[in-house]
């Protein structure tokens, strides 16, 4: 399974981006694909994620929305009312019987 993640970029303070996945190869394996994240210093965490269920971190809960399309492989994940602590490398992550797997990462930037 390979993951290619894009859309990040710069926002301003309560703005708004979205971000995109798209998966190859043994798509049809993988039960959980969403969403971690890791801001400088820290570990990585989880953001959300959705396997017939979506489940958020609190810290985001409310404000991002994650979109898993099952037939096109995908999975979005919509970002609202940015703020300073959404600046991470946010990662695509997927999971199936074999292992997990992770995209390259696409670098978030909020400034007030």
């Known amino acids: 399974v390979t993951l290619e993640d894009s859309g990040g970029g710069s926002a301003q303070t309560g703005e708004s981006l979205t971000l995109s996945c798209s998966a190859s190869?043994?798509?049809?394996?993988?039960?959980?694909m969403g969403w971690y994240r890791q801001a400088p210093g820290k570990e990585r965490e989880l953001v959300a994620t959705?396997?017939?269920?979506?489940k958020y971190s609190d810290s985001v809960k409310g404000r991002f929305t994650i979109f898993r399309d099952y037939d096109k492989h995908t999975v979005d994940l919509q970002m609202n009312n940015l703020n300073s602590e959404d600046t991470a490398i946010y990662y695509c992550?997927?999971?199936?019987?074999?292992?997990?797997?992770w995209g390259r990462g696409t670098q978030v930037t909020v400034s007030s």
């Open positions: 992550y997927g999971r199936n019987g074999f292992g997990e797997y």
């Open positions: 190869g043994d798509v049809y394996t993988i039960n959980v």
């Open positions: 959705a396997d017939g269920h979506t």
